[in-house]
């Protein structure tokens, strides 16, 4: 009888020892996990302002060169 509950008891503390050692394994990759995230979300925020000022860039060129308003300025006018 107490062969079945020693071997459960052998599996409970074997599961865990995995657990315990899974959750050491991503508390030390966190720091690093944290940091690659930022890096993309400000690089997201930076990639999405400059193409902003690059539009704009560009209808001011557009206005200066044709004498007129950007297509897409002139699109929206119409609407």
Known sequence: MSDPVAKAAREVEQ???QVE???AE???RA?????LLAKR???AVVSAIVLLV????IDKV???VTGELPPTK????EA
């Open 54 to 57: 690059v539009r704009k860039l």
């Open 21 to 23: 050692e899974k959750v």
């Open 31 to 35: 720091p690093a996990e944290a940091r």
């Open 26 to 28: 991503l508390a030390e």
């Open 74 to 77: 002139l699109h929206r006018e």
């Open 15 to 17: 599961a865990r020892e």
């Open 41 to 43: 979300i400000v690089f």
């Open 62 to 64: 557009w206005e200066r």
